[in-house]
């Protein structure tokens, strides 16, 4: 059988399907439960090296969603990037490379990032203009903003227009990552009535679907080649849940699988996808529980550090997927801090130990204690709930299945690191946490130097070791189905794949 991708680089992470593809009556038996159609597949041979690009990104309708509004999901999310570009952007391997800026300098210390824009056009037609592009960062950072990035570029003092063509961002402290998180699709710069700047435009518009063709370059050298495009270059982006889109993929009807998270992996091994086309992001960020109350049982930080320590980390990841690497800090390295990751005190005990201090603090507690986890749909969730409620069971709590948006103790924090500091780790985990750990956070994101922010962020990092605000189980399990056709694809940390840099030909 031979792939319908290269392997590429190799990832950290072991791929295991637990069953044999589409095989057993019992597999055939989970996906009708699961409202799976597993096509009958004979042959792994390559998608046809023509026509448009196929996406099927997992999620909603491909439309174009403002930032300041809300999160966007990860159609959204492609399609924000696709059509409209920031003042840098990611490039196939999660580097950062032009976008309206053709180049930038830091001076004053690292508290000015002035950069030149480069001639460009709306998708009306019009010139980009730096105080356009100054009015459209101000929007997305302004206070009332739900940009999921605004709380982390609290350091931007004022965002001004220095020519026609420059402007300067300046800050109140050093923020060595900042072209990083203007990298992300959420800082894109588009415009109502007249559009982004490409690389790609809509050129059709479907109710789940959209075609995408390369936008007009001013910048290229002779803009007669860009009249005619090859239908090759073309993108044609679908948005939909995940079993639809592995199926399609396995049906060969389309060429990359985007955004595949923990709760969907178990569909992959469903149908009949060649492994070297199934590639794992060696993704950074947040995988785990934010504890959300702190009453009853919850309100004593030895109870939280016991129910933390409790749980089966290996046994929950390797439900899901064999060899998915647990963790028990929340910081993955040292990264900005001044010291290697805390550790829970609760990691020096054995795993017999760690389940006999839980059973003893839940029986001391006196009443009973009942946990609600928040976890999204999915067979992968499913299968995580079932090992963490084996191990919270076997301390002799109960717990409960929630949704996302209901009342919880304990909701699962999913997330990509978007720039490389623990501030952002140790915030995103602390969702409800204590004075102390609050305090040093708070102190770390105002820290006048370097040093200092380090510094702050260690004590942080210490105090939510203690305080146990947080439960860690695994780094993000990021999951793409790509095939041959895209030579440009590369696994990376963001865990993100430009539309425009997947095959070595669209630009």
């Known amino acids: ?78 399609l924000l990037d ?10 196939a391997n999660g580097q950062i490379e032009p976008g309206l800026a ?19 056009r709306w998708r009306d037609g019009s010139r980009v203009e730096a105080e356009q592009v100054v009015a459209q960062l101000r929007r997305q950072l302004a206070g009332g903003s739900r940009n999921a990035l605004a709380p982390f570029l609290t350091a931007i003092d004022e965002i001004v227009t220095m020519t026609p063509q420059v402007i300067e961002v300046r800050l109140r402290r050093p923020r060595p990552d900042l072209l990083k998180l203007f990298a992300q699709p959420e800082l894109t710069l588009w415009r109502n009535g007249a559009g982004g700047t490409g690389p790609l435009r809509i050129v059709q518009e479907g109710k789940r679907s959209l075609l995408l063709r390369p936008a007009f370059d001013p910048n290229r050298a002779d803009p007669e080649d860009q009249r005619t495009t090859r239908p090759e ?69 030895q109870n939280r550090a016991a129910i933390s320590g409790a749980i089966d980390r ?18 993955p390295e040292t990264l900005d801090s001044t010291v290697p990751p805390a550790l829970p005190g609760w990691s020096l005990l054995t795993p017999d130990q760690r389940r006999e201090q839980a059973r003893t603090r839940v029986a001391a507690y006196g009443d009973p204690v009942r946990l609600r986890i928040a976890l999204p749909s999915g067979p992968g ?17 109960t717990p409960q299945r929630v949704g996302m948006a209901d009342d919880a103790d304990l909701r ?37 130097t370097l040093t200092e922010r380090a510094r702050l962020i260690a004590a942080a990092d210490a105090a939510l070791a203690v305080d146990t605000a947080f439960i860690p189980i695994a780094r993000p399990l990021r999951w793409s189905l790509v095939a041959l056709r895209l030579r440009q694809w590369r696994p990376n940390t963001r865990a993100w794949h430009p539309l425009n840099r997947l095959r070595d030909d669209t630009r």
């Open 1 to 78: 059988m031979r792939g319908r991708g290269e392997t590429g680089r190799r990832s950290r992470l072991k791929i295991g399907f637990p069953w044999s593809a589409g095989s057993s009556p019992a597999v055939r038996t989970i996906a009708l439960l699961l409202g799976v159609a597993l096509p009958i597949l004979t042959g792994c041979n390559q998608r046809p090296d023509s026509g448009p690009v196929v996406v099927s990104a997992i999620g909603g309708a491909p439309r174009l969603a403002d930032p300041a509004r809300g999160r966007p999901d990860t159609a959204a999310r492609l």
């Open 82 to 91: 696709a059509t409209a570009q920031g003042l840098v952007r990611f490039d």
């Open 102 to 120: 053709e180049r930038w300098i830091v001076i004053d210390e690292g508290t000015s990032y002035i950069f030149r824009l480069r001639e460009a």
């Open 233 to 301: 270059q073309d993108v044609r982006l679908i948005g939909e849940r995940a079993a639809r889109a592995i199926v399609r993929f396995a049906a060969r009807d389309s060429d990359f699988v985007a955004g595949g998270t923990f709760a969907d992996w178990p569909l992959v091994a469903l149908a009949s996808v060649a492994p070297a086309n199934v590639r794992i992001d060696p993704a950074a960020g947040l995988f785990g529980f934010a504890i959300l109350h702190r009453d009853g049982f919850l309100a004593d930080a």
């Open 314 to 331: 290996i046994a929950v990841t390797n439900a899901v997927m064999q060899g998915w690497e647990p963790a028990e800090r929340i910081l």
């Open 381 to 397: 969730a499913t299968v995580l709930y079932a090992q963490v409620a084996a191990s919270l069971m076997a301390a002799g709590i």
């Open 412 to 448: 699962l924090v999913d997330q990509i690191a978007p720039y490389d500091s623990a501030r952002w780790y140790l915030a995103n985990a602390c969702a409800v946490c204590g004075d102390e750990a609050r305090d040093a956070l708070i102190a770390a994101r105002d820290a006048p």
